[in-house]
């Protein structure tokens, strides 16, 4: 079953919510070349797309979450690196032996988990303090 993007996991920001949508987009590339026998023709691009995803991604998310005193802001940031560190091993995998069928449906199952759990868990956290950070009130003030 495909995931797909949907209210639930909106983060009150536009910014954010765009950007998490383009990494739905491309999960669903990876999936659409699996299917297809494409995977490991696919991915490299993949990789590439989230190696410049996660620095301006991680980076808009945790500035946000820090103007606006997030309570996740902290566990946000540990996930992130420990996503980093989880995309290190895999970029360094597939630079030495290429994209084989286990790395592509590695790479899949971390993408999906990651979405559900860390944007549908974390990120969506963001909600309750977007809107008090225009106003100039922090979240954590509520």
Not at 54 to 61: C, I, K, P, T, Y
Not at 107 to 115: G, T, Y
Request: with cysteine.
């Amino acid at each position: 079953m495909r995931l797909v993007w949907n209210a639930s996991l909106a983060t009150g920001s536009a910014q954010i919510d765009q950007q998490h949508r383009k990494l739905f987009e491309q999960l669903a590339a990876l999936e659409d070349a699996m299917k297809q026998g494409k995977g490991r023709q696919e991915i490299g691009a993949i990789l590439d797309f989230l190696g410049d995803y996660v620095v301006q991604h991680f980076a808009d998310e945790e500035r946000l979450m820090d103007e606006t005193r997030c309570p996740a802001a902290a566990a946000n940031k540990q996930a992130h690196a420990q996503f980093l560190s989880t995309y290190a091993g895999l970029r360094s995998r597939f630079d030495s032996a290429g994209g084989g069928p286990a790395l592509v449906l590695e790479i899949h199952d971390i993408l999906s988990k990651w979405l559900v759990g860390h944007i549908g868990g974390i990120d969506v956290q963001l909600r309750g303090c977007t809107g008090k950070a225009a106003a100039g009130a922090a979240c954590a003030a509520r």
